[in-house]
């Protein structure tokens, strides 16, 4: 595994941290200020004019769609990104330093996840209609895949149904927490459903694209975290009522849902966790600069022994976290997403919950000011947390690593039925 990057990558690298510090850090007053502004004038749920100026900017410097792999990229027969999974990680890193940052690069989610699955999924026609229009920023979408009365980490328990009738798929079902779904400029819903109840268990699910206009689909309200409502991108309740597509809105077939999710959720989880690393950084660098500022019993904050060492592992916990990251991209690049999986849902494990701990010691330091919104940390925290159950909660991923640490030895189970010898 090489540590160092090309001349390529140290390029980008550049380019990306020049930018935010040209035009992201210095506009995140204005984004707070217009969000006020829309709230104030019942429009909370149009996009920000501050988003669509950087992306000009954005694109004007050729720092546009970076996410994209090399298949999807040769895919989309776009210019643009072609990067691996290795490359792309230290400038999502840069980007997730302020939350809404990656969406002037058209590097959000969900919009990357969905735009690598129609580009691997997808016929000739899905991508001209869907993918053309994403990979230039001119629509956003989302991916209706969990439900509010299942337990969906586990994709077989989902219970919308997708019913061929003549030349048309029905859907009918509930979903929560589909993020983007109440931006005004979400166009389409990837949407996972029950195709085949009776068909072998990670058989029996599809997935259709669905047109955001399509007669039967109703968004019933946005979901707060932690009192944030994430507007105008938010993460809504909608339901499907007798909603009808064309069968061509189908992605690969019917039965290979479970199949796509699979192949989907695994670069999703690892970017999560690339601009958690840049998050979890700027924390810390909040923490330094305050706790250096502050004066507390005769002497700064940072003088602290508690402080200090909290500084210093947290240093420890990022960069042990950036290198499992680094590992896992890089695995995916030489082995496939099916090798890596071991350790994407190691590193799905390791940094939200790294994040979450950097930021909580960042907000201690703060005193109160941390709890409130004259610091980005409240709301980080809030991102942060969330991610502890976006794309398989802790628990599930825990399980999975588990398994496969078992697995290794399950050849032994025979092999001998004495105890092993121990020297303590």
Known sequence: MEFDFSPKVKDLQKR???????????????????????????????HLEVIERLKEKARAQELWNLFLPNDTAELAKKKGGGLTNMEYAPLAELMGRVPWASEVFNCSAPDTGNMETIARYGSDAHREEWL????????????????????????TNIETRIERQGDEYVINGRKWWISGAGDPRCKVFITMGKSDPEAPKHSQQSMVLVPAGTPGIKILRPLSVMGYDDAPHGHMEMVFENVRVPASSIL??????????????????????????????????LMCRRASSRVAFGKTVASQTVTQERIAEARCRIDMARLLTFKAAWLMDVAGNKVAKTDIAMIKVVAPSMACQVIDWAMQVHGGGGMSDDFPLAYAYANARTLRFADGPDEVHRNAIAKWELGKYAADRTASAEPPVTRF
């Open 132 to 155: 053309t229009p994403l990979l230039e920023g001119k629509i956003r979408s989302a991916f209706a895949m969990t439900e509010p009365a299942v337990a969906s980490s586990d994709a």
């Open 16 to 46: 990306v941290s020049d930018f935010m510090d040209a035009h992201i850090f210095p506009a995140e007053a204005e984004y707070a200020r217009e969000m006020a502004e829309n709230t104030a004038a019942g429009k909370r749920w149009t």
């Open 252 to 285: 690969l077939g019917e039965g290979r849902g479970f199949e796509i999710a699979q192949g989907r959720l695994g670069p999703g989880r690892i970017h999560h966790c690339m601009r958690l690393i840049g998050l979890a950084e700027r924390a810390l660098e």
